[in-house]
């Protein structure tokens, strides 16, 4: 048995009760005491003398999943039954004829509750809060409470969530009684507690004068007495010292079991807005319920005054002016923690948001806690809020949505909107992700305008204060499913909102980084109308994985690897493009933070998405982060990218550093190499020697008075003789022939990879006969060179092949080697001398003279081809 500790609604001085205040709403935290066993299946309720039982402390779930290269101890994705049971003894203020209430902050995703051996209720949804009443149930002394979550798929045949959202979504939907319970009491006479998890009480920002504001206040009351009940309703706006700076009351008649609503406004003179990050000021909203001479209830809650407006051409404006909103997504995990985070985790969390200086955050892709929507209203940014209807409009299987699916759809909605109308933080309700996604490769192709339609206007019905909003990726243009690509069968999203996102991959999914601004202004043109914003783009980034050209070769982007400069390359190249384009209303990068995801098997993680610019432990900002740093952060900051890539498989490199500093100075090994200029914040030095061993690399510069610096050691294990290259790569890798560089110093030709990766597992292809396969895994095509600085003198070139076509034959593929003038391999057929899918490797001498090596590949029937090069004195 747990003993509760109670906490208590308190009159502030400002509004003090009359003398006769009794007992106003009390709440007791559950979280000591609990026992946990899990189940895979099965509903009868597991025995309360089960030895399995395990001791856990709220929060808490079982799934531990992701951030590791392999699966590491504690790893634990299942999905299913898990059982809590807690014995507590009730407290005092709990006795009636007062109201006690179970409250859930969140558990997932079915939640059955029982007290001392009655079902409470049930709750379908893993991310809201909701509350059961019980009053009938609870009893003096000891009580034994009993709680099932239930996280199985929805895909799964006869699960309990496969009518209830998400029916997917890249992520995982950890299980478990994941944020707070508490047992709350109050007089039977009380703000209304059944209110989809509300708090009772709504207010909004009407207008915004030059002297004054208006605020809209709602209060619903609910008389639980027995009897009807005169009452009186008193709003007051507390400034943020106490003060009373605007009040009203309002008297009604309650009748016995029912609730009723009131409406008043709220003058408030000479205001202080709610102004984004620049100041973030919050007004106290306190409405009592008073009856018979006292206090029956209260509720409190932060409020800021403020007024957002979004224009199709303008963008977004903030109290009038144009505000340009660029941020982050974030998902609620906190690490190793999964859903189950503390709030230092979460206080750690923003802190790194604040710090790169984002001013907007993308709550992806379902309800987050109180608490942080509560961080963003004291941070000032602002937050677009979303409910998890994401990949698909219908269950599993289903042409169209099911009546249950739908209701489940709107509770979720109505839940996001009454539990946070509050916020003044929060801009927009999302009522979809990537809705028709499924569609793309699915033959069932539910029609997603008819949900969408039907849950913008409750939004609009529930606060017309806000838009209704949705993140679209496919089907955005009629007649395309990804930008580009034409292909029917997909309906239009945005058709059913005025004021929406796109999800835009350009450089990792699909195109180039240049193609991001030519197909937002096609999605502007097409819908001239409506507001646009870019809610997702970004690239994965591992932190062991390197490149010395991210543009060497294609990026396995749904496999491995996932070099982190590439991800910093799409991030370089994408920014400007979306910053520049003043009627995007907002821009999130996709993601903050790593976090995790079983269908991704990718970079150098297993069971995580890697596109977080921040590590998933939260340990190591990436190097994109300090891109945006630089763009975002007024601070003056200097960073020398490169930190983690210290062992150089090339003798030259490309040194990069991110400064909002106009110029910056580099040093290596003490040789001053000059300035360069911050272009967009990143400052660059081309083709930069480094010796053999340690090469100590150092960047500098100045701004507002501050001296800032920044070095790494990069060490080269061969002279500047060496050149081991993987054609078509993007990545650096060791192999058992030695260190090779990604692709780099080419003209010409085209990199193609040999196992390029999916959702879902599939076979790669193997080489035989080869040294290492990592050797093998791209070519170079086409009619291409290489130029190699190296010192005059006598060399043995190596070359390595496949010929991947395995249906190619003699003849087919016929190509010359050229180097330095002259032809050093002749009418070289791989088929012919090797097979298909075969290793093979040709060595050559060759001559260097003038410090340049020009290696030729010449194709005289179908492409020349080489998948490795690599070159040493001999």
């Not at 504001?213 to 009897?227: L, S």
């Not at 200097?638 to 090339?650: E, F, S």
């Not at 500047?720 to 990545?731: C, E, K, M, S």
Request: contains cysteine; hydrophobic residues 40%; proline residues 6%.
């Amino acid at each position: 048995m747990v003993a509760i500790t109670l906490s208590a609604g308190v009159p502030s001085p400002a509004m003090a009760a009359p003398a006769s205040v009794a007992k106003v709403r009390t709440e007791a935290v559950l979280d000591q005491g609990w026992r946990f066993l899990f189940r895979q299946d099965g509903s009868a309720q597991p025995g309360a003398a089960d030895p399995a039982w395990q001791a856990v402390t709220l929060p808490h779930t079982w799934n531990r999943i992701g951030g590791h290269i392999d699966k590491a101890p504690g790893y634990d994705d299942r999905r299913g039954q898990g059982w809590y049971q807690l014995d507590f003894k009730a407290p005092a203020a709990a006795a009636k004829p007062r109201r006690s209430w179970l409250q859930f902050d969140g558990a997932s995703i079915v939640t059955d509750v029982w007290l001392n051996g009655s079902k409470v209720g049930t709750h379908r949804g893993g991310v809201s809060g909701f509350r059961f009443d019980v009053s009938d149930h609870l009893r003096p002394g000891t009580n034994r409470l009993m709680v099932r979550t239930d996280n199985t798929a929805p895909e799964t045949k006869g699960s309990a969530t496969a009518e209830t959202l998400p029916m997917g979504g890249d992520w995982f939907m950890f299980g478990g009684l994941y944020r707070k319970v508490s047992l709350v009491t109050s007089d039977p006479l009380h703000l209304e507690l059944d209110d989809h998890g509300g708090p009772g009480v709504y207010a909004r920002t009407l207008q915004v004068g030059d002297s004054s504001a208006t605020v809209e206040v709602v209060a619903r009351v609910r008389n639980d007495t027995g009897k009807a009940e005169p009452a009186t309703v008193r709003y007051a706006l507390l400034d943020a010292a106490g003060a009373v700076v605007a009040s009203a009351s309002d008297k009604l008649q309650v009748r016995s079991g029912a609730s009723e609503e009131r409406k008043v406004t709220l003058t408030v003179p000479n205001p202080r807005l709610w102004n984004g990050r620049a100041d973030p000021y919050l007004y106290r909203l306190k409405v009592d319920v008073l009856a018979a001479g006292r206090v029956r209830d209260t509720v409190t809650r932060n409020f800021g005054i403020r007024t957002m407006r979004f224009d199709p051409d303008g963008g977004f404006f903030l109290n009038g002016k144009r505000l340009a909103l660029h941020g982050v997504n974030r998902h609620q995990e906190s690490g190793a923690n999964g859903w189950a985070g503390t709030d230092e985790e979460l206080a750690r969390d923003y802190a790194l948001i604040t710090e790169i200086g984002a001013n907007t955050v993308r709550l992806a892709h379902y309800q987050h806690a109180q608490a942080e929507y509560d961080l963003a209203d004291r941070l000032g940014l602002v937050v677009w809020a979303e409910i998890p209807l994401v990949n698909l409009t219908a269950p599993h299987g289903m042409a169209a949505a099911t009546p249950a699916f739908i209701e489940n759809a709107e509770t979720h909605l109505r839940e996001l909107i009454r539990q946070n109308h509050h916020h003044p933080s929060i801009a927009a309700w999302s009522i979809a992700n990537e809705p028709n996604l499924m569609g793309l490769w699915s033959p069932l192709k539910p029609a997603t305008l008819p949900l969408l339609r039907r849950l913008a206007e409750l939004s609009r019905d529930e606060d017309p204060s806000r838009p209704a909003v949705l993140a679209s990726c496919c089907g955005t243009i009629p007649g395309e499913t990804t930008p580009g690509e034409k292909q029917p069968g997909l309906d239009a999203p945005p058709e059913a909102v005025d004021v929406f996102g796109v999800n835009v991959y350009a450089g990792w999914y699909y195109g180039t980084t240049g193609d991001l601004g030519k197909y937002l202004d096609r999605v502007h043109a097409h819908y001239p109308a409506k507001s646009l914003s870019v809610t997702e783009y970004g690239a994965g980034g591992g932190l062991t994985q390197h490149s010395d050209n991210p543009l060497g070769g294609p990026v396995n982007a749904m496999g491995r690897p996932h070099p982190e400069q590439f991800q910093a390359h799409v991030h370089e190249t994408s920014w400007p493009q979306l910053r520049d384009r003043h009627y995007l209303w907002g821009t999130w990068l996709w993601n903050m933070f790593d976090f995790s995801s079983p269908s991704r098997q990718e970079g150098d993680l297993t069971d995580t998405n890697n596109k977080g610019i921040v590590s998933f432990d939260r340990s190591v900002r990436k190097e994109a982060f300090y891109f945006y740093k630089a763009h975002w952060n007024p601070e003056p900051m200097l960073y020398l990218a490169g930190h983690r890539y210290t062992r150089r498989a090339i003798p030259f490199a490309d040194v990069k550093a991110y400064s909002n500093a106009a110029e910056a100075r580099l040093t290596v090994n003490g040789r001053d190499l000059g300035t360069a200029a911050c272009i967009e914040r990143v400052c660059r030095w081309r083709m930069v020697a480094l010796a053999k061993g340690d090469n100590v690399v150092e960047v500098s510069a100045s701004l507002a008075g501050r001296d800032m610096r920044d070095r790494a050691v990069w060490q080269r294990e061969e002279g500047p003789d060496t050149y081991r290259i993987l054609a078509g790569q993007v990545a650096v890798t060791d192999t058992a022939a030695g260190l090779h560089g990604s692709d780099d110093f080419f003209t010409g030709g085209e990199g193609q990879l040999l196992n390029r990766a999916g959702f879902g597992k599939r076979p790669n292809k193997v080489v035989g006969g080869a040294q290492d396969q990592g050797l093998y895994q791209a070519w170079r095509t086409g009619d291409f060179h290489y130029d190699l600085p190296l010192p005059d003198g006598e060399y043995a070139l190596t070359l390595r092949f496949v010929e991947p076509d395995e249906k190619a034959g003699k003849g087919q593929r016929v190509f010359d080697v050229v180097a330095g003038g002259k032809v050093v391999l002749e009418n070289v057929d791989i088929a012919a001398e090797a097979g298909t899918m075969v290793a093979h490797e040709r060595i050559v001498p060759i001559t260097v003279q003038g410090g340049m090596a020009r290696i030729g590949f010449v194709s005289k029937k179908g492409k020349a081809i080489v998948s490795a090069i690599s070159v040493a004195p001999r």
